[in-house]
């Protein structure tokens, strides 16, 4: 029995000679990115696929994956497989998983990119309004994992352990609200403890469940505000580094989760923001 499955080598304190630098390499290595066809998402798909992965990627939009995934192929050298799927519905996010496995003939991480927002004042909004928020950023996150847990705890054994790394991303909403955002806090509210919740049931099969928390970030979605010179002023005074996030700028959180070097790390929450959050929104 390794060191990493328990055992009497745990309780021996190993000496200063046994270190060994985990590396953050992810050759041989097969991710899943719910939300993978653009934005933070192909962020962090592309970061992977840097690090040695090859890369399934799910999102509604068949055009946009053939894109993102050209990407990846172009730009790093891996596989990159698209994966159709619509995020509401339990049953393809399912698919997405056992699909992505099968085809790679393992998953060894799984990141959970996929999310929308609905902005309204908390009275105005309807059950539908729920429904659709909470299917896309919390029932199919945790249907996911679900999955990638069946397919993860049934793999690696006596080969590789940690047998799985699945990484939820989130927002600043794990730790503050803002108006008209309430159900998109509650989703995140509850991603960040079921991110918690999975950790700790499934450290047992080696697998490790975090997030990352980005602040705010320049991606399609946001470009109305960055390309504005007024509101992207207001939006960077937060900021005390100063810009607003790029795609690239999860790549060593993404990397750092999905690797050997985060082995003993599960449950947490990585917050990538340019110290908004430690500023307490306060003007620099």
């Known amino acids: 029995m390794s060191a990493s499955q328990g055992g009497e080598s745990d309780r021996r304190r190993p000496a200063d000679d046994e270190f060994v630098m985990p590396s953050l390499r992810l050759d041989g290595r097969a991710a899943l ?10 962020g962090m798909a592309l970061a992977l696929a840097h690090a040695g992965a090859d890369v399934a990627l799910a999102a509604r939009s068949t055009g946009q994956l053939e894109e993102a995934a050209d990407l ?15 995020a509401s519905r339990v049953e393809e996010v399912r698919s997405m998983v056992k699909t992505a496995a099968a085809h790679y003939g393992r998953l060894d991480i799984l990141v959970n990119g996929a999310g929308i927002n609905i902005r309204k004042p908390s009275t105005a909004y309807t059950e539908a309004d729920w429904d659709e928020v909470m299917a896309v950023n919390l029932k199919s996150v945790f249907f996911a994992c679900q999955t990638a847990c069946e397919v993860m705890r049934e793999q690696g054994s006596g080969v590789r352990l940690p047998q799985g790394k699945i990484i939820n991303l989130g927002s600043l909403s794990f730790e503050i609200a803002v108006p008209n955002v309430a159900l998109y806090v509650a989703s995140k509210g509850g991603m960040r403890q079921l991110t918690k919740a999975l950790a700790v049931e499934w450290a047992k099969y080696r697998i490790n469940v975090n997030a990352i928390a980005p602040g705010r970030f320049w991606t399609v979605m946001t470009d109305p505000v960055f390309s504005d010179p007024e509101l992207y002023d207001s939006a960077v005074g937060v900021i005390p580094w100063g810009r607003p996030g790029v795609p690239s700028d999860l790549a060593g ?27 307490g929104g306060v003007k620099g």
Request: aromatic share 4%; net charge positive; hydrophobic share 40%.
């Open 253 to 279: 959180a993404t990397v750092l989760l999905a690797s050997d070097a985060s082995d003993y790390i599960t449950g947490q929450t990585l917050v990538v923001d340019g110290g908004w959050l430690a500023s």
């Open 33 to 42: 990115v719910s939300g993978g066809s653009r934005g933070l998402g192909l």
């Open 72 to 86: 990846v192929r172009r730009t790093t050298g891996r596989r990159a497989l698209v994966l159709p799927a619509d």
